[in-house]
């Protein structure tokens, strides 16, 4: 089959030159009893296009079908077989039933299904196999003739969704699609009927409500370890041969004309540089900060530049220069007002930097741990400057960034969830191994967990208890982890309704 879409970046009466491309690509071909597709067609090539397509589906895959489908019955009437493809295989975050929906609905208007993906991101995606797995099984089944009409009449997208939506109509519209999870040995499948809440991150202790429309159903849930922000210091932080390099109690150091005593405080011209039209200072403060910090510094740079681009920086020097070759990461504590720009630490060796940014996007105390770069920037036997900086400063506006305690440390820590599990009204499923950003634990109800990462082309599968039962109505959901240094986690619940449909 010959697949041809150009219609995306033609201008002006782009159907009239798709179809002239068609025509030329199409005269270009020697073997004139291949399948022709294309996700549009005109008076000039309907003759040579032999399939239409709900073509490129990307991003929110489901919403994406769903505004599509008005055009189904269209085809369908001019007798235009229908391909749901090319959909998108190119985000790691996009679990199986994404694509299981899609499938359902080709089975629902007779239609092949076509999967896009690039081998390099093929051998990376989490769920690739299973994806692959699910519609050979579905394109199978869907040649057998053994789906019965009222199946694939249910199967069919309810009017009211397609066309168009914003991502609330979208999430508004949700409750009316109808999704449906293969169960059985092929020869005796069923259809279950199955509601997959939306995604929600979420901390330890957290607790919400799960709403079940019909009972009684089966719960299960999917766990995915997502990076995100970090409000506790790893162990390495507070190990004994962790070094610190700034504990910012005084300013001395950085003051152009170092005087006696301490210095709480820094002034524009007292220290370091900044480009023309930016002033800085900065401040030791005390309090409001994270447990076992006492001292802090205010950095603040006000830029009067009508462009964005300003800097500040301010930097001490260590002397003797210090030996740093051991280290495997830098940590420290930083509270940002979410104003833009980036702060930057800096160290140099008296030749070459080693740079390391933290956007000053976000508010609240974050601890902050940065990763050993390779190949080294420099030579980190011989460390003899910290500078500490803004850089990207937004146009005509004043920013300010708290940090505390700048660390050395001998390891980078790995955040994990470590056991993680979901209550429901007290009965807990817990995923008795770890995972790691990236990774993703599925299970279904009465099934086993299928462990997910990056790389691997099959799923880990891990025995689980009986799956809890519910009747219709709210219940209450907990989520927590083992781990103190845990990566953020993804939570969202599979509810097994009572409709189940056996195949013939």
């Not at 093929?122 to 053994?146: M, N, T, W």
């Not at 506790?232 to 004994?240: I, K, M, V």
């Not at 209550?423 to 279904?444: Q, S």
């Given at each position: 089959m010959v697949y041809f879409d150009g219609s995306e970046w033609l201008q002006g009466d782009h159907w009239y030159y798709n179809a002239r491309m068609h025509k030329a690509f199409y005269d270009k071909i020697v073997r004139k009893d291949l399948l022709f597709q294309a996700s549009s067609a005109s008076p000039y090539s309907w003759h040579i296009v032999s399939r239409s397509a709900s073509a490129d589906g990307h991003g929110d895959l489901k919403g994406y079908l769903d505004e599509r489908s008005g055009g189904f019955e269209y085809m369908h009437r001019n007798f235009m077989p229908l391909d749901i493809g090319w959909y998108y295989g190119y985000d790691?975050?996009?679990?199986?039933?994404?694509?299981?929906?899609?499938?359902?609905?080709?089975?629902?208007?007779?239609?092949?299904?076509?999967?896009?993906?690039?081998?390099?991101?093929?051998?990376?995606?989490?769920?690739?196999?299973?994806?692959?797995?699910?519609?050979?099984?579905?394109?199978?089944?869907?040649?057998?003739?053994?789906?019965?009409?009222?199946?694939?009449?249910?199967?069919?997208?309810?009017?009211?969704?397609?066309?168009?939506?914003?991502p609330e109509e979208r999430e508004k519209l949700q409750p009316l699609r109808r999704e449906y999870h293969l169960v059985g040995d092929e020869g005796h499948e069923v259809f279950q009927r199955v509601d997959y809440?939306?995604?929600?991150?979420?901390?330890?202790?957290?607790?919400?409500?799960?709403?079940?429309?019909?009972?009684?159903?089966?719960?299960?849930?999917?766990?995915?370890?997502?990076?995100?922000?970090?409000?506790?210091?790893?162990?390495?932080?507070?190990?004994?041969?962790?070094?610190?390099?700034?504990?910012?109690?005084?300013?001395?150091?950085?003051?152009?004309?170092?005087?006696?005593?301490?210095?709480?405080?820094?002034?524009?011209?007292?220290?370091?540089?900044?480009?023309?039209?930016?002033?800085?200072?900065?401040?030791?403060?005390?309090?409001?900060?994270?447990?076992?910090?006492?001292?802090?510094?205010?950095?603040?740079?006000?830029?009067?530049?009508?462009?964005?681009?300003?800097?500040?920086?301010?930097?001490?020097?260590?002397?003797?220069?210090?030996?740093?070759?051991?280290?495997?990461?830098?940590?420290?504590?930083?509270?940002?007002?979410?104003?833009?720009?980036?702060?930057?630490?800096?160290?140099?060796?008296?030749?070459?930097?080693?740079?390391?940014?933290?956007?000053?996007?976000?508010?609240?105390?974050?601890y902050i741990q940065l990763e050993r770069p390779v190949p080294d920037p420099m030579d980190y036997a011989q460390v003899r400057t910290l500078g500490i900086y803004y850089n990207g400063l937004p146009a005509n506006i004043a920013v300010a960034c708290d940090v505390a305690g700048v660390k050395a440390l001998p390891a980078k820590d790995e955040r994990m969830l470590d056991k993680p599990w979901v209550?429901?009204?007290?009965?807990?499923?817990?995923?008795?191994?770890?995972?790691?950003?990236?990774?993703?634990?599925?299970?279904?109800p009465d099934d086993a967990w299928r462990h997910y990462a990056p790389g691997k082309s099959d799923p880990e599968i891990v025995p689980a208890e009986a799956a809890p039962e519910v009747a219709a109505g709210g219940h209450t959901l907990r989520f927590g982890q083992a781990a103190a240094y845990a990566e953020n986690a993804s939570v969202r619940t599979i509810v097994y309704l009572p409709e189940r449909y056996p195949v013939e």
């Open positions: 790691p975050t996009v679990t199986p039933d994404v694509f299981e929906y899609i499938l359902g609905v080709s089975l629902a208007y007779d239609s092949s299904m076509s999967f896009q993906v690039s081998l390099d991101t093929a051998k990376q995606h989490p769920f690739v196999g299973d994806i692959l797995d699910l519609i050979a099984r579905y394109e199978r089944l869907r040649l057998s003739g053994r789906v019965p009409a009222a199946m694939r009449e249910r199967m069919r997208i309810p009017e009211t969704l397609a066309g168009v939506k914003t809440s939306s995604w929600r991150e979420t901390a330890p202790d957290a607790t919400w409500t799960l709403d079940v429309a019909a009972g009684p159903a089966r719960v299960g849930v999917e766990l995915r370890a997502v990076d995100g922000p970090c409000t506790c210091a790893g162990p390495s932080y507070d190990a004994p041969n962790a070094v610190m390099l700034e504990a910012f109690t005084d300013l001395a150091q950085y003051r152009a004309q170092p005087g006696g005593g301490v210095v709480r405080a820094i002034m524009q011209g007292d220290g370091g540089s900044t480009l023309d039209g930016v002033t800085q200072r900065a401040e030791v403060l005390e309090g409001d900060a994270p447990a076992g910090i006492g001292g802090y510094v205010r950095y603040t740079a006000e830029s009067k530049r009508p462009e964005p681009g300003g800097w500040s920086y301010l930097g001490k020097t260590f002397n003797p220069p210090l030996d740093l070759s051991w280290h495997k990461a830098l940590a420290f504590w930083m509270r940002g007002d979410g104003k833009g720009g980036a702060f930057k630490l800096q160290f140099t060796d008296g030749r070459k930097a080693a740079d390391f940014y933290v956007a000053n996007d976000f508010t609240g105390w974050r209550e429901v009204d007290g009965h807990r499923m817990t995923f008795p191994g770890k995972l790691a950003n990236g990774e993703t634990a599925i299970l279904y």
